[in-house]
């Protein structure tokens, strides 16, 4: 074939899919119909885009700081908690918990609503509403003295919005740079992380800047709880008020920044100039961002995929893969309190360990491209293990605590970022996007299960009991980690 033949294939076999399937994929859904496939950009347009390109990022890393609230709460719920019992003493420290596994589901339930609904009414828009009511939820929170109605207000003014907007700055990226996906979904969402580094020592600051100890005492489930005194929980109405404020400037800086080219279509320039050329060093047949020219079969429907044997084997490991990492980001300092580590060096942890989770989804996006899911989900599954296994024994270490949690966020990063890869790979760019929304959903059910052994088993056989349990569930993802396929044939379906 010749060289000169690929493009008009290519872009005719991506148009028809447009055409045919545009409710079905996020980012194509904006390109059907469009005549400019073929376009060839100057050098000059080239530098331009590309500059465009870097602005939009910097939107896309300014909202993320916005949705890093999520992995802000475990640092939070200890000033919250004693705020809240200081007005209402049966709040209990796991009544405040519940809070994250719910955070969760919201969020992950409408991930795959954003991008269509931006669609409709203007991704700028989008990211503008969604920002503004993330930042009213905490004003409105400094003000809540019920713990129903903070529950309910946390955790569907943040997490569903939070959802709604959480891949529009990413899909925008993808615009700007085709062939660097990883690189761009990386960039921006380790500004989740960083996010969540930077409020961490913010609400620290406000709350407890001469980081007072935990020293007044409830009796609950049996066990004597630490809650920190009027000094540091008066502190939190400000605390809220300045999370509004900042949250609604990075709001409106990501609204200015971010920017969606409908009619960009840089995917095409590298076969028909030299301007833009595909990066190299990377196994492109284990990309998701791997698009060949030659058609080959994938899963045609949602029915087919879910009668799949991958689609049970993935929700079984989203399940039992995940649960460890967000039970310890929602109790790394209420398990660290128990430790006798002073709020100061769990700030601190808490930051890091946020860093881990938000940073290392660029590394782990650039190994799935060269050495594809399923070794780096085993690696990460003897990890898991390891870390699941050893945290109920070091001794009231810090620098033990510390290494466990960072690596066991530094994993978490790595199957939050490979799971719509290998989706996209696995069930293809039609049905992929559906399979890995669902996916998602798992995550928030998986939270909320962490939650429950947390709430219930706890009381009952401590955290250690808790932890291998915790290991139980390891155990399974990496066993069928083991006999997952990444590759699976495909038949056509009967008409």
């Not at 409710?23 to 331009?48: F, I, P, V």
């Not at 969540?196 to 600051?205: H, L, Q, S």
């Not at 399940?319 to 002073?342: E, H, P, R, W």
Request: a neutral charge; hydrophobic letters at 45%; glycine letters at 10%.
């Amino acid at each position: 074939m010749k060289p000169q033949q690929i493009p008009q294939q290519a872009a005719q076999s991506d148009h028809e899919f447009d055409k045919n399937h545009h409710h079905h994929h996020e980012s194509q859904a904006d390109d059907h119909g469009d005549e400019n496939h073929l376009r060839e950009y100057t050098a000059k347009e080239l530098r331009s885009i590309k500059i465009q390109g870097v602005i939009c990022l910097i939107g896309g890393i300014a909202l993320h700081f916005v949705l890093g609230t999520f992995y802000l709460w475990g640092g939070i719920s200890p000033y919250v908690g004693a705020y809240m019992k200081d007005r209402d003493e049966s709040v209990t420290q796991s009544t405040l918990q519940i809070i994250f596994p719910i955070l969760g589901i919201g969020l992950f339930s409408v991930l795959s609503f954003g991008v269509k609904l931006a669609q409709r009414i203007g991704y700028k828009t989008m990211i503008a509403l969604g920002g503004s009511i993330i930042s009213l939820a905490f004003l409105i929170l400094s003000f809540i003295n019920n713990i129903y109605a903070f529950i309910l207000i946390y955790c569907f003014m943040v997490g569903i919005p939070s959802g709604l907007v959480y891949m529009l700055p990413i899909i925008c990226g993808w615009k700007f740079f085709p062939f660097n996906r990883g690189m761009v979904s990386g960039l921006i969402i380790a500004g989740y992380g960083f996010g969540a580094f930077i409020f961490n020592f913010v609400c620290k600051a406000i709350c407890n800047p001469n980081n007072v100890e935990p020293s007044v005492s409830f009796e609950e489930d049996g066990k004597i709880k630490k809650y920190f005194p009027r000094d540091v929980f008066k502190n939190v109405p400000f605390m809220f008020q300045m999370m509004a404020l900042s949250y609604f400037i990075l709001t409106i800086i990501a609204t200015l920044l971010i920017k969606y080219p409908r009619d960009l279509h840089l995917e095409y320039q590298s076969v028909l100039g030299d301007g833009v050329k595909k990066p190299s060093g990377i196994n492109h047949e284990k990309s998701i961002d791997y698009h060949p020219t030659v058609l080959h079969a994938e899963c045609e429907s949602l029915s087919q995929g879910i009668k799949s044997r991958p689609f049970w084997f993935l929700i079984v490991m989203v399940l039992c893969s995940v649960i460890f990492g967000l039970l310890m980001a929602n109790c790394y300092k209420v398990f660290g309190q128990t430790l006798g580590i002073d709020d100061s060096s769990l700030t601190v942890l808490g930051s890091v360990q946020s860093v881990c989770n938000g940073g290392s989804r660029f590394i782990w996006a650039v190994l799935f491209d060269k050495y594809g899911f399923k070794k780096l989900y085993l690696v990460i599954s003897v990890i898991n293990l390891i870390c699941s296994a050893s945290i109920g024994y070091i001794n009231n270490s810090y620098a033990g605590y510390f290494i466990i949690l960072c690596l066991t966020m530094f994993c978490e990063g790595g199957l939050l970022s490979c799971y719509p890869a290998v989706s996209a790979k696995v069930f293809g760019h039609k049905v992929g996007p559906i399979i890995y929304g669902g996916l998602f959903f798992v995550i928030g059910l998986s939270n909320m299960l962490g939650y429950l052994l947390y709430k219930f088993g706890e009381p009952e056989i401590g955290y250690n009991g808790v932890f291998w349990i915790i290991f139980g569930f390891c155990s399974v993802a990496f066993i069928l980690g083991v006999f997952f396929k990444e590759e699976h044939e495909w038949k056509k379906e009967k008409r």
